[in-house]
């Protein structure tokens, strides 16, 4: 059964940094592109940065370009983000997610678009208050 794990989420001030973590089990990450979404309260779903399962590509919101790096760790079968120079605005469940996509341009359109890939994690809080 697919499994993916969140981890990593908690509180932190402006300007701080977190490394969420997403673990995978019951299949191997290498094949999966996959994406990091968030959900604030009262606010839809957005795409904050999306993986292929290839040569790597990436994808990042104007949101958090330049700030949040996402990475991913086959041997591990683990995908990471790393977020800098947290905001406020940067406050949300933050989810992993995975799917069996093999062109790109249909990751980054369901990236931008925050469509549903086919395995979600249960989310981890982030929360970027003085």
């Known amino acids: 059964q697919l499994q993916l794990v969140e981890s990593g989420g908690g509180l932190v001030q402006p300007g701080g940094s977190l490394r969420l973590s997403c673990a995978a089990s019951?299949?191997?990450?290498?094949?999966?592109?996959i994406g990091w979404f968030r959900q604030a309260p009262g606010k839809e779903r957005e795409g904050v940065s999306c993986i292929s399962s290839g040569d790597g590509s990436t994808y990042y919101a104007d949101s958090v370009k330049d700030r949040f790096t996402i990475s991913r760790d086959n041997a591990k079968n683990t995908v990471y983000l790393q977020m800098n120079s947290l905001k406020p605005e940067d406050t949300a469940v933050y989810y992993c997610?995975?799917?069996?996509?093999?062109?790109?341009?249909?990751?980054?359109?369901?990236?931008?678009?925050?469509?549903?890939?086919?395995?979600w994690g249960q989310g981890t809080q982030v929360t970027v208050s003085s």
């Open positions: 997610a995975a799917d069996r996509l093999d062109y790109w341009d249909t990751v980054q359109a369901m990236c931008v678009m925050s469509l549903d890939f086919g395995s």
């Open positions: 019951g299949f191997t990450l290498d094949y999966f592109a």
